[in-house]
C-alpha cells in the first residue's frame, strides 16, 4: 500500500520556465516531509524539506508548500535550470520514534536547454 | 566529510550465490537503513537499525536476506541462495541520532543475478 504517491512518471520543462512536482500522501499521521533528487548512478540525496507546523519553505530556486487538508506537497524550482534534470522523490514520516521514511516512486523531471 | 561509503558499485552473480553487500555509514550518525529499488516497487525500506541494534526488519523480502552490524562503522546485508528476482540497486543510508529526519544515502550497489 503505497503511503506516499507520486502520480506524474515524467515531467518535461523548458530552461528558464517553473518546474512543479507533485506529491501526495494518505496517512495523516505523517508531520516532516522531504524531497531528494537523484541522478543516474548515484544515490538519492537529500534537497529540501518542510515540518507539518508550517506550509511553505524555501531554499534558493527551490520551494517546497504544503496542503496539509488536501494532504498534499509540492516542489517548485524557479528557474529551472539543464542540471536540474534528475529524478525527484517526494519523503514523508511521521511520528513513530523510528523516523522512517516513506518513499513516493519518483518523478523524472527533464530541463529542456 | 565522507558520505556513505557502499562496497561494492556493481555485483554479477549467479543464481545460488551468497551475495554480500557492505556499507560503512557517516561517522557519528546512529541509525543505518538498508533500502532496495526497482522498476516495480520504487524505493523499499528492508532494514534499520539504531545503534547498531536491528529495530525492524519487515521489509525483509525473505529468509534469504540477513543483514548485520557489528560496529557502528560497518554493515553488511547478505543474501544466500540469491536469485534472478533479487536483481536491483541496493541503498545503504544513515541518519543522525539527534531527532533528525534527513537520510543520507551512499551510491548504491548495483546487483544482477543471471
Known amino acids: 500500500d503505497q503511503q506516499v504517491k507520486q502520480n506524474s512518471p515524467s515531467l518535461s520543462v523548458q530552461e528558464g520556465r517553473i518546474s512543479i512536482l507533485n506529491c501526495d500522501y494518505t496517512?495523516?499521521?505523517?508531520?516532516?516531509f522531504l524531497w531528494y533528487k537523484k541522478y543516474p548512478a548515484e544515490g538519492p540525496t537529500f534537497l529540501i524539506s518542510?515540518?507539518?507546523?508550517?506550509d511553505k519553505n524555501e531554499d534558493g530556486r527551490f520551494t517546497v508548500f504544503l496542503n496539509k487538508s488536501a494532504k498534499h506537497l509540492s516542489l517548485h524550482i524557479v528557474p529551472s535550470q539543464p542540471g536540474d534534470s534528475a529524478v525527484y522523490f517526494c519523503?514523508?514520516?511521521?511520528?513513530?520514534?523510528?523516523?522512517?521514511?516513506?518513499f513516493g516512486t519518483g518523478t523524472r523531471l527533464t530541463v529542456i536547454p | 566529510d565522507a558520505g556513505v561509503i557502499q562496497s561494492p558499485r556493481h555485483e554479477v552473480t549467479e543464481m545460488g550465490q551468497e551475495v554480500t553487500l557492505r556499507c560503512k555509514p557517516i561517522?557519528?550518525?546512529?541509525?543505518l537503513f538498508w533500502y532496495r529499488q526497482t522498476m516495480m516497487r520504487g524505493l523499499e525500506l528492508l532494514i534499520y537499525?539504531?545503534?547498531?541494534?536491528?529495530?525492524?526488519d519487515s521489509g525483509m523480502p525473505e529468509d534469504r536476506f540477513s543483514a548485520k552490524m557489528p560496529n557502528a562503522s560497518f554493515s553488511t546485508l547478505k543474501i544466500q541462495p540469491s536469485e534472478p528476482r533479487d536483481s536491483a540497486v541496493y541503498f545503504c543510508?544513515?541518519?543522525?541520532?539527534?531527532?533528525?529526519?534527513?537520510?543520507?544515502f551512499g551510491p548504491g550497489t548495483r546487483l544482477t543475478v543471471t
Open positions: 543510508a544513515s541518519r543522525r541520532g539527534d531527532g533528525a529526519y534527513e537520510q543520507y
Open positions: 496517512n495523516s499521521m505523517f508531520d516532516y
Open positions: 518542510i515540518s507539518s507546523i508550517k
Open positions: 519523503a514523508a514520516s511521521g511520528r513513530t520514534g523510528a523516523n522512517n521514511l516513506f
Open positions: 561517522s557519528g550518525h546512529n541509525s
Open positions: 537499525f539504531n545503534n547498531n541494534v536491528p529495530i525492524d
